[in-house]
């Protein structure tokens, strides 16, 4: 082996050993500017899921979006797709790779979610790591990804609806990294929850339009016939 390798090697050891919250504190507080492009370097195979966490972040606050996430929850749905189709290495097309985080995310919500994950680092520890590191178990992650990324974009804005499908991709984003499969499965269970009621409302909601628009339809139909008969 060389010493590039053996280097390399070594590198890769002591990312390994060192918790997530420090891992994505170093990275926040590295020279150079944050981009979504940069964490698929420092976390290999993982980043695939820590890119995913943060981009679903600023959804799965308990404040109405707007629509402005978006282009997020799309990144996110092809990270999803990625996992599926069993891709090793993060691709994010170039327009997106060098993306830099939000300045009040970089600066606020950044730091106090790595100090909660910290927090909850000292009360989680392994479970179900080769579970967890099974090709299968990747691809059904990748799969739950796409479809909480997708209740989240389809949410009509300014509904709040978005917020537990992101929440629940947030959770188990980080129980992967923690190798904790109980935290994985708290956010599955957040996530369906949210996109189980984002069809049910959303499904209330068109067939509750579909009755106005019937109801105002029917009078001006009649009366475009009485005026024009």
Known sequence: ??????????????????????????????EGPSTVGGLGEVFGEKGFVVVAMLLMLPAALPAPTGGVTHVFEVITALLGLEMIVG???IWIPARWRGTELPKSMAERLLPWTIRNIGRLERHSRPRGVRLLHASLSGRLLGVALVA?????FLAPPF????????????????????????IVGCGLVVGAIGVGLSVTIGTLAVRYLHQIVGYVARPLAHLWHVIWS
């Open 87 to 89: 891709v090793r290495s």
């Open 148 to 152: 909480f990324a997708a209740a989240a």
């Open 1 to 30: 082996m060389t010493d590039a390798s053996a280097g390399d090697d070594n590198g890769e050891a002591s990312r390994g050993s060192e918790a997530f919250s420090t891992q994505l504190q170093d990275w926040l507080d590295a």
């Open 159 to 182: 509904s709040g609806l978005d917020t537990l499908p992101a929440l629940g991709a947030v959770i188990f984003a980080i129980g992967v990294m923690l190798n904790d499969i109980v």
